[in-house]
């Protein structure tokens, strides 16, 4: 992808149409996972992507409903809220026994500039915070092998999430929200 280039906004509806084909139809609240239509899985690994779909979906809950949360960003979750909220989720994950995610901080041009954040392992992605974007409000938990929305992202770098170094140089002490919502999150 080059810097700068502006899709042309009716190609950007078509991907974004043909995204949601891809994935189907959400259920009405319910968190989106799809395999993008590769066909044949192993069990183990299609359970284990309901479970880190069912994990991610309680935290996002967590998110939702715990109130007082020290983290600026996380004030208008979802929206503003993508990177400290794919650290945290990165997080809780590993805790949960998920295995190891990496977080992706990604920019493109629409025509402004723009900035996302989403978790990602392999070629799976996992993005609790998609939907503060219109065209894909109907996505709250996305999780799905390939995304062709996510792929007009520019990734500027990935890291290991840790909620430690996340706010290093803060009076912010991610540790505190990190264990409320962790604690919240277990609840459900």
Not at 74 to 82: K, Q, R, T, V, Y
Request: with cysteine; hydrophobic share 40%.
């Amino acid at each position: 992808m080059s810097h700068g280039v502006r899709q042309p906004e009716r190609n950007f509806r078509r991907q974004a149409s043909l995204l949601a084909l891809e994935a189907g139809p959400p259920a009405a609240g319910a968190a989106q996972a799809t395999t993008g239509g590769r066909g044949n899985h192993n069990p183990s690994e299609v359970t284990r992507s309901v479970d880190v779909r069912a994990t991610a979906s309680h935290f996002r809950a967590a998110l939702l409903q715990t109130p007082g949360l020290t983290l600026p960003a996380l004030a208008d979750f979802p929206n503003g809220s993508c990177g400290d909220a794919s650290e945290l989720l990165g997080q809780y994950l590993r805790d949960c026994g998920h295995g190891e995610w990496l977080l992706v901080s990604a920019a493109r041009y629409d025509p402004e500039y723009r900035t996302h954040a989403w978790l990602t392992r392999e070629d799976l992605i996992l993005d609790i915070t998609a939907d503060q974007f219109p065209e894909m409000h109907a996505y709250p938990v996305f999780m799905q092998q390939g995304s062709l929305w996510h792929a007009q992202w520019e990734i500027d770098w990935t890291a290991s999430p840790d909620i430690f170094r996340m706010h290093a140089f803060d009076e912010v002490d991610p540790a505190e929200d990190y264990r409320r919502l962790r604690a919240r999150a277990d609840s459900l």
